[in-house]
């Protein structure tokens, strides 16, 4: 009689894994920066507006990064980038309503608690169209891209299964929500927010397995707060 196979596990790295990613965070930033910064000494390039020079460096810092993260999938566990993190189909119609009932929930519960507006990092950044419009497209693709590969592909699927479901979503959550402390002025309501609201992309990796359904949940979130932000706010006249 031929023994079963044992099934494989899931997530297949480590928490070890998970401090090495976090421990290369702020260098692959740091270095990152150093890049484009020489690419630019060396191009001779002076942009009039800074936030080419903001994003081009976050954009070099994540490449740095997730190359990192790559590697310690390919080289150490012989695994499949994108697979492994579930990058796989995802309910488009169900990501998208989500995304904008998400938006609903967080804004009822930010007028509940009321969370103040600050002066914030964000903010002093859309002071001219060309800024509005690279941290829009940034807003919506880049960054809940690489957010979601970080907190919902990799690490919420080890805490999920340490944990169990609903305290591993919101274990992964919570340091989503503080890494975005500062960038809203070191306003702990917005934490809390933030914090839920990565724990509603969090249920969405849970049920649907996948990754991908995730980012398009938080970049539908994104464009649509984007949205009412400038419906909100005069547009700069250049």
């Known amino acids: 009689m031929t023994p079963e196979m044992e099934p494989e596990r899931y997530p297949f790295w480590t928490y070890a894994d998970v401090l090495v990613f976090a421990g290369l965070a702020i260098p692959s930033m740091l270095l990152g920066y150093g890049i ?3 690419a630019f000494w060396v191009l001779r390039l002076h ?3 800074k936030t080419w020079e903001l994003l081009l460096d976050q954009f070099a810092g994540y490449g740095l990064l997730f190359g990192a993260l790559y590697a310690i999938f390919r080289l150490q566990y012989g695994r499949p980038f994108w697979r492994s993190l579930a990058w796989n189909r995802a309910p488009l119609f169900k990501a998208v309503l989500a995304g904008a009932a998400t938006v609903v929930a967080v804004s009822l519960l930010g ?3 009321h969370t103040p507006n600050t002066d914030n990092p964000m903010l002093d950044l859309l002071k001219d169209r ?4 690279l941290i829009a497209i940034f807003g919506v693709t880049l960054g809940p ?3 979601e590969l970080a907190f919902r592909g ?3 699927p080890l805490l999920v299964r340490s944990l169990g479901p609903v305290p591993g979503i919101l274990a992964a959550a919570l340091p989503f929500g503080i890494l975005h402390f500062q960038e809203y002025g070191n306003s702990w309501n917005h934490v809390l927010l933030i914090t839920l609201a990565g724990a509603a992309f969090g249920w969405m ?3 649907t397995g996948s990754t991908k359904a995730a980012t398009i949940m938080h970049g539908v979130y994104n464009a649509l707060f984007f949205a009412a932000f400038l419906a909100q706010s005069k547009w700069p006249a250049r």
């Not at 060309?130 to 419009?133: D, E, G, L, Q």
């Open 145 to 147: 891209l690489c957010e």
């Open 36 to 38: 484009v910064k020489a």
């Open 130 to 133: 060309t800024s509005i419009v």
């Open 111 to 113: 007028n509940a608690i």
């Open 47 to 49: 942009p009039a507006v």
């Open 205 to 207: 990796r849970h049920v």
């Open 154 to 156: 990799f690490l919420q």
